[in-house]
């Protein structure tokens, strides 16, 4: 009987300590109780396998562990996404959002399939390591965010025939692919195509644009004729989610009891710019951060960490080294790490000769130290210099007469103290090309500095220098004005002049606004932004398109006066020609719908573009809205429709319906209706728009508009409507009711 009870006991000692080991290791994964896997997926808390099982840090982050499949497969829980697998800070998900359109032979379109995704709400965002990538040979494809309407990224893809196509090339020959910027929650995107794939119908039908995983995606040229091409990459290419805990900064969650690092955890801020943040293990610890009692220290001595004749001692979150008995030295693993003591006669002054000999090493080694640190530093900002576009500055600097006297380079040390250290409770606002912060200079002169985006690609660092080099040119009151910049930083600085009553926009759509915008301002504010467009296109030595007019762009100073500002898109023009060919870029709502079709961007562009901001300024509404049917949310659209049925009181702001002159508002309206033809060529100039702003605004004679051969004198306030009159209306004879091309009130600088 003893023998089979010792039996027993041996088989389940083994048993016994497995388990054990097992639930060691379970503890530093899940919650106790909680699985920790799905199928093939380990699932480390802050996830959880099961829905509201409590088993995660939130909702978010349940896992929905479906058992229907054999092995089963785990999907987040409100996004629905098939998780490929997690780490410390990403989610690999199987894509769900493929944009497609397809055509016939003839150009018909037989499938448009517009693509959106998003994770609004979440703790999650769309990471960098993503690509936008467009496969085609007639097409182009953007990508916009879906709240604000702004174009992100943007793709286009040719081919002729089959042998233009190479295997693994996606650099705009059947297949493009771009970057997308940080913290992107969702997204849309859409095709357009250039010809309607009538010219390359015997090869590919169909454009595709989808995100996917940087490098997981792999161009082949059966791709373009490929009919099962979407479900493919459904299977084969992942898309990246970043993943953080919350929306507060690490020095906010510390102060909630939801704070979610253990012991002996350290907490790492987001870098989306959304907010949120993770736990990762101090040095020398190890475990998940997220479970009590946090991660445990490592004994480092049992990997030998220090000399062969050392001692290691292990310590929490590290470990010491000495040396063994008639060894001397620190203990580490080097040469002299730990050195046999040899007592002689002459041990003193050898000692002595031995403290002289490390103190004039020590002393030529800080020397040293010293001079290479300069140098380092002076390398450092030489190569700063260059990659912020010193060089390129430089050769516009030589080609631009004056430019010198108007720029200057600031220190990245003035910038620092007038900024303190760039703190966040100086920040005036976050744009598309980097962040602004309010300054103090050291003669007391408040600025703002415009903190660029890292320029990770020539393009990001093209926009920066054109900026600079558009601003250089510039002297007009109503435009922003550039100070200088810092070349020297890792990121470029550029600063301005302090603008205090922030942006139109703001001001025209915030509810709260303690200062309202009254419609002598509002018909003011419009004149002020023509005069500034109508000086760049025709008072500069060579016109300047500014290509992104909105209200956002719209500066208001302490005297709510107009400032044009963001030239980061904008482009000078040869004399000699009538419009650039670019990819598009813009904002929705504000684009032109004319170059939106045909990548042809001329001075009619920025006249439409400032015909919505009109329209913002006549009805207090936003150039894009949610809250109406979706074939009425352009506000442009919404406005033509008005002005065409002769309901134009029913899209006015009450505040200027009730305190506005009828007859300038009917002025200005009839004015904003030119601007926004479909027909770039029947808007007026911003010249003729300058020049009749100011006619409003002074009370001048009726514009006479010419239509066709006939002369028609329209009477402001008058019972004339539109659908009887051509919306391409030209001014026929201003030189006799207006004020002359030299205006003053146009073209003053300051």
Request: neutral net charge; hydrophobic residues 30%.
């Amino acid at each position: 009987m003893q023998q089979i009870t010792c039996i027993l006991l041996l088989l389940w000692l083994p048993v016994s300590l497995a388990t054990t080991t097992q639930n060691l290791n379970n503890s530093t994964i899940a919650l106790p109780g909680c699985p920790t896997k799905c199928g093939n997926l380990t699932v480390q808390y802050p996830f959880g396998v099961g829905l509201d099982t409590g088993c995660s840090i939130g909702p978010w982050f349940d896992i929905n562990c479906n058992t229907s499949f054999n092995p089963p497969k785990p999907f987040l829980s409100k996004t629905n996404g098939k998780i490929i697998s997690i780490s410390d800070t990403k989610i690999r998900i199987k894509s769900n959002g493929i944009a497609s359109r397809c055509y016939n032979p003839t150009g018909g379109v037989v499938n448009d399939s517009p693509a959106i995704y998003g994770i609004e709400g979440s703790p999650f965002s769309f990471s960098i390591e993503n690509k936008f990538i467009l496969v085609g040979c007639d097409d182009v494809s953007y990508m916009g965010r879906v709240k604000s309407n702004n174009l992100i990224s943007s793709c286009a893809a040719m081919c002729s025939q089959s042998s233009d196509l190479f295997d693994g090339s996606c650099s705009g020959i059947g297949c493009c692919q771009n970057s997308i910027p940080k913290g992107i929650k969702s997204y849309t995107t859409f095709l357009n195509s250039y010809g309607n794939h009538t010219n390359v119908s015997s090869l590919n039908l169909c454009g595709y644009s989808f995100l996917g995983e940087q490098g997981s995606y792999t161009f082949h040229p059966s791709d373009v004729s490929d009919q099962n091409f979407v479900p493919r990459i459904i299977e084969t290419v992942p898309m990246v989610i970043d993943w953080v805990i919350g929306n507060q900064t690490c020095a906010e969650a510390q102060k909630s009891s939801k704070y979610a690092c253990q012991e002996n955890s350290t907490c790492v801020d987001s870098d989306t710019g959304l907010g949120g943040y993770r736990c990762s293990c101090a040095h020398g610890y190890e475990g998940n951060p997220y479970l009590r009692p946090g991660c445990q220290d490592i004994n480092e001595c049992e990997n030998t960490p220090c000399n062969h004749y050392g001692i290691c001692t292990n310590t929490e979150g590290g470990y010491k080294c000495s040396c063994k008995p008639g060894y001397f030295g620190d203990g580490s693993k080097s040469d002299f790490g730990c050195i046999a003591l040899s007592f002689k006669k002459s041990v003193l002054p050898t000692g002595l000769g031995t403290s002289i000999g490390l103190l004039l090493l020590l002393l030529i080694t800080y020397f040293l130290y010293k001079v290479l640190k300069k140098r380092k530093k002076h390398k450092r900002r030489q190569k700063y210099f260059k990659r912020n576009g010193g060089l390129l500055l430089q050769q516009q600097i030589s080609t631009n007469e004056g430019l010198v006297e108007k720029t200057r380079l600031f220190t990245a040390k003035e910038l620092l103290k007038a900024t303190d250290q760039f703190n966040e409770s100086r920040i005036l606002g976050r744009g598309g090309q980097g962040t602004v912060y309010k300054g103090m200079l050291s003669d007391g002169k408040i600025v703002a500095v415009k903190k660029s985006k890292l320029a990770s690609d020539q393009n990001q660092l093209g926009q920066f220098i054109n900026e600079v080099v558009i601003l250089s040119q510039i002297n007009h009151r109503n435009i922003v004005k550039l100070l200088g910049c810092c070349l020297e930083t890792e990121v470029p600085l550029l600063v301005y002049e302090f603008i205090p009553n922030r942006t139109l926009f703001d001001n025209i759509h915030d509810p709260f606004s303690e200062f309202p915008i009254t419609w002598d301002m509002r018909l003011r504010i419009a004149a002020e932004i023509a005069a500034a467009l109508a000086y760049l296109h025709y008072a500069t030595s060579i016109p300047i398109y500014h290509r992104d007019i909105k209200s956002s762009n719209i500066l208001l100073d302490e005297n709510y006066k107009a400032k044009v500002s963001d030239f980061g898109t904008s482009r000078s023009v040869a004399t000699d020609k009538t419009h650039l060919t670019t990819l598009v870029k813009g904002t929705f709502g504000y684009l032109d719908p004319e170059y939106f079709q045909s990548s042809h961007f001329t001075d009619k562009s920025d006249v439409y573009s400032f015909g919505v901001v009109l329209v913002e300024l006549l009805s207090g509404q936003k150039p894009i809205s949610s809250s109406v049917d979706e074939d009425e949310r352009s506000l442009a659209k919404r406005f033509l429709m008005s002005m065409e049925g002769n309901y134009l009181d029913k899209i006015l702001d009450p505040k200027i319906s009730e305190k506005g002159n009828d007859e300038d508002i009917f002025s200005v309206a009839n004015l904003a209706y030119r601007c926004l033809n479909l027909n770039g060529k029947k808007r007026p100039t911003m010249k003729e728009v300058a020049i009749e702003l100011e006619n409003i605004r002074l009370s001048l004679k009726p514009i006479t508009i010419q239509r066709n051969s006939q002369v028609i004198n329209i009477e402001v306030g008058g019972s004339t409507t539109f659908s009887d009159i051509n919306s391409g209306w030209t001014i026929s004879d201003c030189s006799k009711t207006l004020p002359s091309e030299t205006n003053p009130m146009l073209y003053d600088t300051v």
